[in-house]
């Protein structure tokens, strides 16, 4: 008989069933055919905007020898449809809404976030400072540290939910931004969006994102995210939720053995749609094989030999 272990994290205030959860993009309505979102740690919609957006240029996705490149954009068809619409969809489930925010300017995220907030079916705030397909210079506020600061603590300013920010990968010290968020009132941290790449079609000659470059996600990315979530969890005291790379349940334990408390799955869920159930239920093996009784025990033990 298969013993019975504690799944539960708090993620900075909000506390969820199981670490588990979808990265903001990788995520829809339409796969509620195939999964149960009762049995998720959380909901975590597509990046909304205040207005509607087209998205980028395709093509927009292509395979990498051990992950993806995409480069949508943020296509998104405004705060007012998404508050009408998608937060009145997700509403009917237990689990908890994460909202991911995206905006041109520091007042922006402040505005789409007090509307959000309006809203007692938000339990959570995702701040995407970090997109790296955006424009093709690959510009993001998450990228400045003094930005950071100023628009996390804008945003406090006008919300009392919790506030996750999403850190970019694609910077020379993640540990400066991370500080920064936490500084300024963030209550936890996503580490971290995708990593700012490109690939080319040797026959044509020609890039194989329409906008030239787009953010490198699965397998691949997953040892740079696991360094870096460590490289957080030595400085920082809110909680991380890991996201990079995570295809099994083993890749979600070393994430949180790294340092995180909760993780996000995104490429694995377009390979197999119940990805993250899958995940969950190996987790909870690897938790029986070993005799660990809480997923808490896991976070942040992993053993260096100095």
């Known amino acids: 008989m298969k013993t019975a272990v504690n799944m539960s994290v708090d993620i900075g205030g909000l506390v969820l069933k199981n670490p588990i959860m979808p990265a903001s993009g990788a995520f829809g309505p339409e796969m509620d055919r195939v999964i149960d979102f009762n049995k998720l740690g959380a909901l975590v919609p597509k990046s909304i905007t205040m207005l509607p957006r087209p998205g980028n240029a395709t093509p927009r996705v292509c395979e990498t020898p051990a992950g993806m490149i995409n480069s949508i954009g943020i296509q998104s068809k405004g705060i007012n449809y998404y508050m009408e619409n998608i937060v009145p969809y997700y509403s009917k489930y ?9 905006a041109d300017s520091i007042d922006e995220f402040a505005e789409i976030a007090e509307i959000v907030t309006s809203s007692k079916n938000v339990h959570a705030i995702e701040l995407n400072i970090s997109c790296p397909n955006l424009k093709g210079n690959g510009v993001a506020f998450g990228m400045d540290a003094d930005l950071t600061f100023e628009l996390v603590k804008k945003v406090r ?7 996750i920010t999403k850190l970019t990968p694609n910077v020379t010290s993640i540990q400066e931004i991370a500080l920064a968020a936490e500084e300024a009132g963030s209550d936890s941290l996503n ?10 079609d040797v026959h044509t000659r020609k890039p194989k994102i329409g906008n030239i470059m787009g953010g490198l996600s699965g397998p691949g990315a997953k040892p740079v995210i696991i360094r870096m979530i460590y490289q957080v969890a030595q400085v920082v005291n809110i909680p991380i939720i890991g996201c990079g790379g995570v295809m099994n349940g083993e890749d979600a334990i070393e994430m949180i ?3 995180a408390t909760a993780v996000q799955v995104g490429t694995a869920s377009f390979i197999q749609p119940d990805a993250m159930l899958t995940i969950l239920r190996e987790m909870e093996d690897y938790m029986e094989q070993y005799q660990i009784n809480d997923i808490r025990e896991l976070i942040g033990q992993v053993i260096i030999n100095n």
């Open 191 to 200: 580490v971290a969006n995708t990593l700012l790449a490109m690939s080319i």
């Open 94 to 102: 237990d689990s908890p809404l994460i909202s991911s925010l995206s």
């Open 257 to 259: 053995l790294a340092g």
């Open 157 to 163: 300013s006008v919300t009392d939910k919790p506030i």
